[in-house]
């Protein structure tokens, strides 16, 4: 069946760095790949998503890349802040028989101040 | 501009009793996910629904789980004769006709005593 694996599964950096988070999906049928970031308690939150037919895409310090090839996508976050310490979900979904998005595990982000 | 309502917040079972988590999508959206996420985990796909459809249940355990979305009111997923190994948060996403792009609802928590 479809699958997503995301790594690192914790990630800690100093504040400043940058942070790299990396996923690789089954389904080749994948066409859309939605970033969310979850804080403690909170609901999931879209920060940025990316389409098959797009190599990459900035917002501000966030960006994805995907290699459609590899199947891999990854998200960039330069400059981190203290309030980037969340866990980040990346996820997949196709067309294919409606809307289904599959998520990967999640990335737990430290940032030290 | 409401976003994705769910309620209860918190919902307190014994075990043996059913659980009513209700959700009501974003304006303008009639489709409808429901996840689970237990504790330091990720997003489990559980049902993908539209207006009178379910359209994918995949991810729904084959007993004591179901779901519905009727023509009017909100989306319910209904857990008969909870066991504790039900507790977790259960959260729902909607998303527009004919985008991809899921916004969550805050969640229902649900503990089984």
């Known amino acids: 069946g479809e699958n997503v694996e995301q790594h690192p599964s914790t990630l800690s950096v100093q504040e400043g760095d940058s942070a790299v988070i990396k996923c690789t999906y089954s389904d080749s049928a994948s066409n859309y790949f939605p970033w969310y970031k979850q804080e403690l308690g909170k609901r999931p939150q879209l920060i940025i998503d990316i389409r098959s037919n797009v190599g990459e895409k900035k917002d501000q310090r966030i960006a994805v890349t995907l290699n459609k090839t590899a199947k891999h996508f990854s998200l960039h976050i330069t400059e981190t802040q203290p309030e980037d310490s969340a866990v980040y979900f990346c996820a997949a979904s196709s067309q294919t028989g409606g809307f289904k998005t599959i998520f990967g595990a999640g990335t737990r982000l430290f940032v030290k101040a | 501009n409401a976003g994705v309502m769910q309620n209860p917040r918190h919902l307190v079972r014994r075990r043996g009793q059913e659980a009513r988590l209700r959700c009501s999508p974003m304006?303008?959206?009639?489709?409808v996910y429901w996840y689970r996420q237990l504790p330091e985990e990720g997003l489990k796909f559980m049902v993908y629904?539209?207006?009178?459809?379910?359209?994918?249940e995949s991810g729904m355990p084959k007993e004591r789980f179901s779901a519905e979305f009727p023509k009017e009111g909100p989306s319910i997923l209904r857990i008969q004769q909870v066991v504790r190994g039900d507790s977790a948060a259960y959260f729902c996403a909607s998303s527009h006709p004919s985008l991809q792009e899921q916004y969550f609802g805050p969640g229902t928590r649900l503990t089984v005593t």
């Open positions: 304006k303008g959206h009639s489709h």
């Open positions: 629904l539209q207006k009178e459809n379910i359209i994918d």
